[in-house]
């Protein structure tokens, strides 16, 4: 099944940057959307940002415009450029992908990374 290793957290001060990847491996028989989530201490999970099959992108109001969500197929690798950081934004960080069949449906319950914590002070 699909391995996601995420890397390139760490502490930035606030109004810093940094870059974010998510490098997937085992890859199965279906078309697959990405997703990045994050979840800060005593909070729910959240979802942050998402590139689907097509390269369409979503974010979170909240990260609108500070964000950019991307990948590379050729390295099978997902990033999140973040700019402008705020405290607001220190979360474990976690990458996701859901596998779709041919009609659009689920083909499988989707994986996640373990995570790389971001800590904005």
């Known amino acids: 099944h699909v391995q996601l290793v995420e890397s390139g957290g760490g502490s930035v001060q606030a109004g810093g940057s940094l870059r974010l990847s998510c490098e997937g491996s085992?890859?199965?028989?279906?078309?697959?959307?990405m997703f990045w989530y994050r979840q800060a201490p005593g909070k729910e999970r959240e979802f942050v940002s998402s590139?689907?099959?097509?390269?369409?992108?979503k974010y979170v109001d909240s990260v609108k415009d500070r964000f950019t969500i991307s990948q590379d197929s050729t390295k099978n690798t997902l990033y999140l450029q973040m700019n402008s950081l705020t405290p607001e934004d220190t979360a474990m960080y976690y990458c996701?992908?859901?596998?779709?069949?041919?009609?659009?449906?689920?083909?499988?319950?989707?994986?996640w990374g373990q995570g790389t914590q971001v800590t904005v002070s």
């Open positions: 996701k992908t859901q596998g779709r069949n041919f009609l659009g449906g689920y083909c499988d319950s989707g994986y």
């Open positions: 085992g890859w199965d028989y279906c078309s697959y959307d």
């Open positions: 590139i689907d099959r097509w390269g369409t992108t």
